[in-house]
């Protein structure tokens, strides 16, 4: 072909078409890919209860990292937006799952320990009564009406009313014990009218709890529940005594010149 054109003025042959370029490779974001596999971590272990809360820092740093890297790629305008968006989304289930987890186990298992731990109250009780010279089928048939009672609160829409009579016992332990410490050492009159108080108001808590007991069993029931109350109040006696004698003794030795060297 001739370099001239039609003119006859010298031309050069043009240039050739550009070769095609290879696509430039992906850039995936470095954040998000560490992000993702604490998230794929957290996410596989935290469904175990109790031990999936150890993987509430991994979720938590998946998370962050998550979100650095999706707030880096669109503030730089670069590829590798997806990664890091996987990663933050994993993490947020990561955080959720482990505590669901472990309340939905305590939910399911607390009833059940409650109700091994009522049984062994009765066991323990039935032994407590015949050790003290009550016959064994009333020991039995009282623990039994008792472990029952205390077991019915084991469902946890009973929680509620089975903490309130555990704090209404505990008062009326308290008000009989506080009735105990007020009255004279000999005072076997006002001992007396303070058991019978006691009696009563425990006779009303079984009441209100469905717990079938004739005088007899109460009166029972209520000394062995107020033999305890009675210890307190004669060691807080005594421990007032030891205290009172060991102030009497200090004084006298600080008014005494003879025993200024017994210090």
């Keep these: ?138 020991a039995e048939r009282l623990s039994a009406e008792i472990g029952d009672a205390l077991r019915s609160f084991a469902h946890p829409s009973q929680w509620r009313d089975g903490i309130a009579a555990a704090h209404r016992f505990g008062r009326i332990c308290d008000d009989y014990r506080y009735r105990l410490v007020t009255l004279e050492e000999g005072d076997l009159e006002g001992r007396q009218q303070a058991a019978e108080a006691f009696r009563t108001d425990l006779s009303r808590l079984a009441e209100r709890q469905g717990v079938d007991l004739d005088q007899e069993d109460l009166k029972l029931l209520a000394d062995v529940f107020g033999r305890e109350q009675i210890q307190r109040a004669d060691n807080w006696r005594q421990r007032e005594r030891r205290i009172q004698t060991q102030y009497l003794f200090d004084e006298g030795c600080g008014s005494c010149p003879v025993f200024d060297g017994c210090r």
């Design 1 to 138: 072909m001739s370099r001239y054109d039609t003119h006859g003025a010298f031309s050069y042959p043009a240039a050739p078409p550009p070769s095609p370029t290879p696509d430039q490779p992906r850039r995936r974001s470095g954040l998000g890919a560490a992000g993702l596999v604490l998230a794929i971590l957290a996410l596989a272990f935290g469904w175990i209860p109790i031990i999936g809360l150890a993987m509430l820092p991994p979720a938590l740093l998946a998370v962050v990292l998550g979100i650095i890297g999706f707030v880096a790629a669109v503030v730089t305008g670069r590829t590798g937006k997806a990664l890091p968006f996987i990663a933050a989304t994993i993490g947020v289930f990561a955080l959720l799952i482990p505590p669901a987890a472990t309340v939905l186990f305590a939910l399911s298992v607390t009833p059940w320990a409650y109700t091994v731990g009522m049984d062994q109250v009765q066991v323990e009780m039935e032994y407590d009564l015949k050790r003290q010279g009550v016959e064994p089928e009333q």
